[in-house]
């Protein structure tokens, strides 16, 4: 596990979107595993902003989203497939055949989740996983509890979760499942990085310090995997206590 400290929120954001760049440039044809959140949002501001400039091409790139809300329709403006579609795919102009979605919406959901699996492994695998963190250690929608080896599947969301992302819902009921990667799914990821900024992250952020594989905090599973990086701003990063 690598863990860089930032000295700012914007930092944080123009690191993790440097990395993403960076694998780009170094491999066109990667598979990359996007992630929703407020957290990833000026993360893609950035990237936009940097692969205009530098004139990077995804147009030989992959991409497979973490989750999806289920029980909302995919044009849902809360959906993720809307964000993703408004704040990465339409302003890079990635188009709609090179990005899959979780089946959320499928009748038969299950067998869904097992296609949507599929369908990574014959991509060849993700190269990189982006990752967010909820408050209570959440991965994608893998709320505690979630076990190590656990594939793409309908997960209920817990009241934290609920409460966490309810801003997104004003006015109407938010939807109580959703359809998440597994832990086990996202450490086949080659490459994992994950952003955890402010300080409403900062806690969780030094649980995952200081424990490992433990089912109530999904994002310590994660310090398994030989190329984990954990970016964080100086909210985030607050109650870390690296000894030198
Ligand atoms: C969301 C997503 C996660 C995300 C996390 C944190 O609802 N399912 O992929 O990482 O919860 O969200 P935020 O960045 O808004 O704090």
Redesign the pocket.
């Known amino acids: 596990m690598k863990i860089v400290q930032t000295e700012s929120y914007e930092e944080a954001s123009e690191v993790v979107a440097g990395m993403i760049l960076e694998k780009v440039l170094s491999h066109p044809e990667s598979v990359i595993g996007l992630?929703?959140?407020?957290?990833?949002e000026p993360v893609y501001e950035a990237l936009v902003r940097e692969a205009k400039k530098s004139e990077v091409s995804f147009e030989s790139c992959r991409f497979f989203m973490?989750?999806e809300y289920v029980g909302i329709s995919p044009d849902h403006k809360s959906s993720f497939r809307t964000y993703i579609q408004d704040r990465v795919l339409r302003p890079l102009g990635i188009k709609k055949e090179q990005i899959t979605f979780p089946p959320a919406s499928a009748v038969d959901i299950k067998a869904a989740a097992q296609e949507y699996e599929e369908s990574i492994k014959a991509a060849g695998g993700i190269d990189l996983q982006l990752?967010?963190?909820?408050r209570n250690g959440?991965?994608?929608?893998n709320e505690p509890g979630s076990l190590g080896d656990s594939r793409t599947r309908v997960v209920e969301l817990t009241e934290s979760?609920l409460e966490?992302?309810k801003s997104e819902f004003p006015g109407e009921k938010m939807p109580t499942m959703?359809l998440s990667m597994g832990i086990g799914t996202i450490l086949e990821a080659k490459n994992l990085l994950m952003l955890a900024t402010g300080e409403s992250k900062a806690e969780v952020i030094k649980y995952i310090l200081n424990h490992h594989e433990d089912v109530s905090c999904p994002a310590t599973f994660l310090k398994e995997h030989s190329h984990f990086t954990l970016v964080v701003d100086p909210s985030a990063g607050s109650k870390i206590n690296l000894k030198i």
């Open positions: 992630a929703t959140g407020k957290t990833m973490l989750d990752l967010g963190i909820g959440h991965i994608g929608f979760t966490a992302n959703a």
